[in-house]
């Protein structure tokens, strides 16, 4: 059976002050059925809106052809596809819920198999804000109940973004056009593909990290307002506003990263990489490390090796020895809530 992975869907929900943008932002991977990515191929999506329940009334429904990368990885903006039935702009997102069906054809043609149907979470209220002419001088001079100055914001203008934090303005310029599928946010951080380089915009201060190739979503690792972004060899951390870059031996993967609570470490042969608060640091074992050999916890990590176990919290790397060789199963954890 054909079958799609669903990274994410993001609504394009900044503001601008004439109109919402009519169209959802939608990224994912397109699997052949053996679970395998389908890359740099043609495939063709079709998607519906529904009204209320999984199987409700189809409000909208359209199609998309597109081309998948050598990752399997294709982008769309739901609302700006071939449509089948419905107007887009047309549904009223302020009542019931709304979900998405996703239907997929691997080889580009018409013969649909479902991938899924999931319900859109925050969608219908931030488009529903489409219904929002202007945002009150109170709000932009934290005056009042309608103060945004613990809120940021990010507003695209074609091939800029104004960024607003704490109630003052910046601008960023970017070499192009810039989409909502290129931003990535989280607790007032937002980083912005731009090609091959990203530009952060975090406590009001923008900054730009470069990269030795086009950077892609399904580069970046996210966890509590930290990230990590391969580079190949290398990889980008970004952490309260602040860019560090680590080396590694070879070509780094998304499974060779771990992430808890902000914290995450990263395997690089016989060698871990710690990134903590926006600090690396490098711990040694006895052969090849692999993801089975870790448990994570509450942002901690305990690492076998052999009849050791080395520990990672807080920033900091600890060796305990055992009697004998240490598994897996030998470990209960307790997180406090």
């Known amino acids: 059976m054909k079958k799609l992975l669903l990274l994410f869907a ?7 002050f004439a109109q919402v943008p009519q169209g959802i932002s939608y990224q994912a991977i397109a699997l052949n ?24 009334t189809v409000l909208f429904s359209e199609t998309h052809l ?49 991938a899924g149907t999931t319900q859109l979470l925050s969608v219908p209220y931030a488009m529903h804000a489409g219904t929002v002419t202007s945002i009150p001088a109170s709000a932009v001079s934290g005056i009042g109940s309608d103060a945004l100055k613990s809120s940021a914001f990010i507003v695209i203008d074609g091939s800029s973004v104004k960024g607003f934090n704490n109630g003052v303005w910046s601008s960023q310029a970017f070499s192009a056009q810039v989409y ?18 990203i530009k952060s915009f975090a406590n009001g201060a923008w900054a730009t990290q470069t990269f030795s190739g086009q950077v892609y979503t399904s580069d970046i690792v996210e966890s509590s307002a930290n990230f990590l972004i391969i580079d ?10 602040i860019w560090s870059t680590q080396t590694f031996s070879g070509q780094v993967y998304s499974s060779d990263i771990i992430s808890s609570n902000g914290n995450f470490v990263v395997i690089d042969g016989s060698t871990v990489k710690g990134f903590t608060n926006g600090t690396w ?19 901690s990590f305990l690492l076998l090796d052999g009849s050791t176990i080395k520990s990672y919290s807080n920033g ?13 199963s030998d470990i209960i954890t307790s997180a406090k809530n």
């Open 10 to 16: 993001l609504l394009s929900s900044f503001f601008t």
């Open 33 to 56: 059925g053996s679970g395998t990515p389908v890359v740099s191929s043609n495939v063709r999506v079709r998607l519906s809106l529904l009204d209320n329940t999984a199987t409700g």
């Open 66 to 114: 597109k081309t998948t990368n050598a990752q399997g990885l294709f982008n769309l903006t739901i609302g700006q596809g071939t449509v089948v039935s419905g107007a887009f702009n047309t549904i009223n997102w302020g009542i019931n819920a709304k979900f998405l069906k996703v239907e997929l054809d691997v080889t580009g043609g018409t013969s649909y198999v479902l």
């Open 180 to 197: 909502s599928s290129d931003v990535i946010e989280t607790n007032k951080m937002f980083l912005i593909i731009d090609g091959s380089s």
């Open 232 to 241: 190949n060899a290398t990889v980008k951390g970004f952490s309260n506003g």
């Open 281 to 299: 640091s490098t711990q040694t074992f006895s052969s090849q490390v692999y993801s089975s050999d870790i448990i994570n916890s509450n942002g």
């Open 316 to 328: 900091i790397w600890a060796t305990q020895a055992f009697s004998g060789q240490v598994y897996s």
